[in-house]
Each structure stands twice: as structure tokens, then as C-alpha cells.
């Protein structure tokens, strides 16, 4: 319990995509809401997206909003979320961080009290 998994990321051209997941065992995370991160060198962590344990509320940056899509799966043995990454920009090569809070809406950083390790990405131009 309590723990996130992230995968997906890799190398990728400016244009291209990628597909993150976040992977955790059990049904703890049913009921948080999850979200995406990211962090590049030299800059803070920021909010990418996140999206309500029932899936019916989702938030984006405005920066990935018509590019990126947040989706969950509450499976019986296991919560999942992906991150499809569409029209990449090299500014967005970043470690991508998956995030858990038991705060609805659109939770500010500090709730959020569940990380993974995190996954690279890197966009090349």
C-alpha cells in the first residue's frame, strides 16, 4: 500500500508521444484523486494534470491542454493512471512524477502526500 510506480518515459522528437503509467497495488488510491508532475532541471516541480478517483473530474495545465489526457483504471487488484503525451515540445523534458492526494478538486502540491520515483522524459527537437 502507498506505493507508485511510474513508467513510459523515454526519448522521444519534438511531435512525437509517449504514454506514462502509474501503477499501484491494491485499491488504497481508489478513492484519491491522482495527478501528474513534472520537474526540469533548474525549475520547480509543477502541475501537469490530475483527475478525480471516479474519473468524472479532470484538470490540466493550460500548457497541455488539447495535447496531454489523464485517465485512470480502479481495477479490483490495482489502481492504475496514464498519461497520454501527445505533440511533444522539447521544453517539456522533465521527470514525470505520479501523485496521490485525498483531496478532490484540483489539490494544490502540498496535499498531495503519495510520490513515485518518477520517469524521464526527454524531447529532442
Known amino acids: 500500500q502507498g506505493q507508485l510506480v511510474e513508467s513510459g518515459g523515454g526519448a522521444v522528437q519534438a511531435g512525437g508521444s509517449l504514454t506514462l503509467s502509474c501503477a499501484t497495488s491494491?485499491?488504497?488510491?481508489?478513492?484519491?484523486?491522482m495527478g501528474w508532475f513534472r520537474q526540469a532541471p533548474g525549475k520547480e516541480r509543477e502541475f501537469v494534470a490530475c483527475?478525480?478517483?471516479?474519473?468524472?473530474?479532470?484538470?490540466?495545465a493550460d500548457s497541455v491542454k488539447g495535447r496531454f489526457t489523464i485517465s485512470r483504471n480502479n481495477a479490483e487488484n490495482a489502481v492504475t493512471v496514464q498519461l497520454q503525451m501527445n505533440s511533444l515540445k522539447p521544453e517539456e523534458t522533465a521527470t514525470y512524477y505520479c501523485?496521490?492526494?485525498?483531496?478532490?478538486?484540483?489539490?494544490?502540491?502540498?496535499?498531495?502526500?503519495?510520490w513515485g520515483l518518477g520517469t524521464q522524459v526527454t524531447v529532442s527537437s
Open positions: 501523485a496521490a492526494s485525498k483531496e478532490g478538486g484540483s489539490p494544490p502540491q502540498t496535499e498531495y502526500k503519495y
Open positions: 491494491g485499491r488504497f488510491f481508489s478513492t484519491y484523486t
Open positions: 483527475i478525480s478517483w471516479g474519473g468524472l473530474i479532470i484538470y490540466y
